[in-house]
């Protein structure tokens, strides 16, 4: 039997993430010893490892929870987690696509500098132009 601290050192979990997904139904409600501390087993362990490793992999919670449904059925098709995995495929190659046109963005910003004052600079002049902004919608970078 594992307590929530040990639980949370051997996954890299913060204790009180471990008791988020207790709440949002993502983790079991834990046994409770006489005193009322949580006891977990090597399944529940195993359950937070896959959480915090699909965390990792930036699987938002919904998708967690639908992989977690398909792990704990074992002969279903597992065409539905592929499917989970393509679609945050698809997402961490929008995020980066987003994060490309920053970074040319930022670049092209810097390779402007002329130097001199403040009052001449491209950076801030580039910042002030608020239309640029509201075009390309970069606050959408998530």
Known sequence: MHTIGNLARRTGTKVQTIRYYEQIGLMPEPGRTEGGQRRYGDADLDRLAFIRHSRQ???PLDAIRELLDLSDHPDRDCGAADSIARRQLREVENRMARLE????????????????TTSDCRVLEVLRDHSECLADDHDAVG
């Not at 046109?101 to 001199?116: D, F, S, T, V, Y």
């Open 101 to 116: 046109a920053l970074r040319r963005e930022l670049e092209r910003m810097i390779g402007e500098c002329r130097g001199g």
């Open 57 to 59: 992999l930036g699987f």
